[in-house]
């Protein structure tokens, strides 16, 4: 599909080609042209510069005057494929149970993979596709989906193939990630397996079939107190080095137990969460190239504190903003939204918000080269906004949809 964008009032989001992610100070800065034109061949983006220069060509054209267009967001940390929802268990909270004490009892985790292990892939399918055509009108372009609610080998493979099935049939781009331990289930313990040894099981198991089908990109655990510890965590780092696949890690949501330090000793691709942050946790992230996820609307949703953006970006780490996208922490997967608590709740600023939602996303799932900025030769994955007053209104005026059209691979959607 070749399109024409022409009078674009801010074209946003213009980093150097060849930009792979945005460090420390560097976050602040969200590049534009204004009165700008851009033109989408095969898909890509072909060309752009100010309207002065415009091509006089016979392509397709679409007038974008008083709108904006930027890099469709990057969403690198979602569940998106579940079963069912947990109204319930957001009722007990609201009355004063907290997520752990839910979890404890059986909810949670466990919760939702009691509905998975009762619905067939095509279910699975058909639930998050409603999810994702709405995450799509709210300028979602990629979108990272955990396994990790299906608890055993089977399920596991059947939430991997949900998520494939999924990406086969939509404009958006998804990329899987092997959730191997994301709560001890209760057959693994009658089997006398402990968190440790539940997750070599579970590696041991899925991933030859993850590898021969080409069902997984990345590889994550929860690294927590309550679920798993280190001794998983060194299992995942041993699986990426027989495996070849790159670690994003769920760790310090609730407790700091030394996994943001490992995780980056082992040169995990990201840590996500980090809500609960130590001094040595910090240190570690300082300069580092493993990037630091952070997931405001978990922090909304559970009420618990929100990652330190500042110290974080203070520090000189990569910072990307990600939904966490899942029914028990984050039941939603609006990234103009989580760009809206970044800035009001981490202190980002609109640029920062920008540019963590999209270019390091995108460097969060290896991506740098294909998306997440405005540059020649990425995928024309971009949003047309409606007639808003400016770009940082994105960020500052929430709750409503600002995107008026999401282009996907150059095709308008
Ligand atoms: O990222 N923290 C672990 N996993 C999810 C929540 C899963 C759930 O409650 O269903 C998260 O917040
Ligand atoms: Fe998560």
Redesign the pocket.
């Known amino acids: 599909m070749n399109l024409k964008l022409i009078n674009i009032k801010t074209l946003g989001g213009i980093h150097p080609e060849g930009t792979r992610w945005l460090r420390g100070s560097l976050l602040g800065h969200f590049p534009t042209l204004e009165n700008a034109y851009l033109t989408i061949t095969d898909g890509k983006i072909s060309d752009f510069g100010p309207m002065t220069h415009c091509p006089q060509d016979e392509l397709p054209t679409r007038d974008c005057s008083d709108r904006h267009v930027l890099p469709a967001f990057v969403d690198s940390h979602s ?1 998106l494929v579940y079963a069912g929802t947990r109204e319930e268990e957001f009722n007990l909270r609201l009355k004063g149970a907290s ?1 752990e004490e839910i979890a404890a009892a059986g909810g ?2 466990l919760n ?1 993979a009691a509905k998975v292990s009762t619905s067939s892939v095509d279910q699975l399918v058909g639930q998050a596709t409603f999810r994702l055509e709405n995450l799509i009108e709210y300028g979602t372009g990629t979108l990272e989906v955990k396994s ?2 299906g608890l055993d080998p089977e399920n596991e493979l059947k939430l991997l193939r949900a998520i494939k099935a999924l990406n086969d049939q939509s404009h958006a781009t998804l990329v899987p990630t092997f959730l191997a331990a ?1 709560a001890l289930p209760a057959w693994a313990k009658a089997q006398g397996m402990n968190d440790a040894s539940y997750t070599k099981y579970m590696l041991d198991e899925c991933l030859p079939t993850v590898q021969k089908e080409g069902l997984a990109g990345f590889l994550d655990g ?1 690294i927590e107190r309550d679920y798993f510890k280190l001794d998983a965590l060194q299992h995942l780092i041993d699986a990426r080095t027989t495996s070849g696949l790159p670690l994003k890690i ?1 760790v310090n ?1 609730f407790y700091d137990i030394g996994g943001i330090q490992m995780a980056v000793e082992a040169g995990a691709l990201s840590v996500d ?1 980090l809500e609960v942050m130590s001094p040595e946790a910090l240190r570690a992230l300082h300069g580092s190239d493993t990037i630091a996820t952070l ?1 405001p609307s ?1 922090s909304y949703f559970l009420g618990i504190p929100y990652g330190p953006a500042r110290e974080l970006i203070e520090n000189d780490c990569v910072v990307a903003l990600a939904t ?1 996208y ?5 039941p939603g997967g609006n990234m103009q939204l989580v760009c809206n608590m970044a800035c009001t709740q981490m202190k980002m600023t609109p640029a920062e918000a920008l540019n963590a939602a999209t270019i390091n996303g995108a460097a969060a799932l290896h991506l740098s080269e294909r998306k997440g900025s405005i540059a020649v030769g990425k995928d024309a994955d971009l949003l047309i906004t409606k007639a808003i007053p400016s770009l940082e209104y994105l960020c500052y005026d929430f709750g409503t949809n600002h995107i008026q059209t999401s282009i996907l691979g150059g095709q308008t959607q």
């Open positions: 569940h997520y949670g985790i939702s990790g609610y994301h929860f769920h949501q969460h997931l978990c966490d899942n029914p028990g922490s984050s």
